[in-house]
C-alpha cells in the first residue's frame, strides 16, 4: 500500500511541476508536415523538389476512404515515377497514425467542387 502511495505522490508531483503531459497534443496537418520535414520537398500550392501537395489533393480527392492509407504508405514507404523522375523517398520517421494523419489533411487541400 506504501508503493501506491508514493507512486501517487510522485505523479501529482510532476503534474504540479508543469511538466509536458505523457500524451503530446494533436498537431494539425499544417504542423505535422513541418515537424516531420515535409515542406522541405514540398509546399501546399507550389512546386518545390515534390507536387504541390494540393496537386496531389486533386488528383485523387473523391476516391473513398482507401486513398487515405494509400497515401499514407506512400508518405512511410516512398514511390516513384507517379509525379516524375524525382523519387519520394521512405519517411520512416513519420509514424503510421501521423501518416494517416497528414494523408487526411493532404485530401482536405482539394477544393470543393461545385454543385
Known amino acids: 500500500m506504501r508503493l ?5 505522490a510522485a505523479a501529482a508531483c510532476v503534474l504540479w511541476a508543469g511538466l509536458p503531459a ?4 494533436q498537431e494539425t496537418g499544417a504542423e505535422l508536415a513541418r515537424n516531420k520535414a515535409c515542406m522541405a520537398c514540398h509546399q501546399v500550392d507550389s512546386k518545390r523538389v515534390g507536387p504541390p501537395l494540393r496537386s496531389v ?3 485523387y480527392a473523391g476516391q473513398g476512404d ?3 492509407q494509400y497515401l499514407a504508405d506512400k ?3 516512398g514511390g516513384r515515377g507517379a509525379w516524375g523522375a524525382v523519387p519520394m523517398p521512405a519517411q520512416r520517421q513519420v509514424g503510421e497514425d501521423e501518416a ?3 494523408a487526411q489533411w493532404i485530401l482536405s487541400l482539394a477544393p470543393a467542387k461545385p454543385e
Open 75 to 77: 508518405i512511410r514507404n
Open 57 to 59: 489533393a486533386e488528383r
Open 4 to 8: 501506491k502511495s508514493s507512486l501517487a
Open 66 to 68: 482507401a486513398m487515405v
Open 22 to 25: 505523457a500524451v503530446p497534443a
Open 100 to 102: 494517416r494523419q497528414l
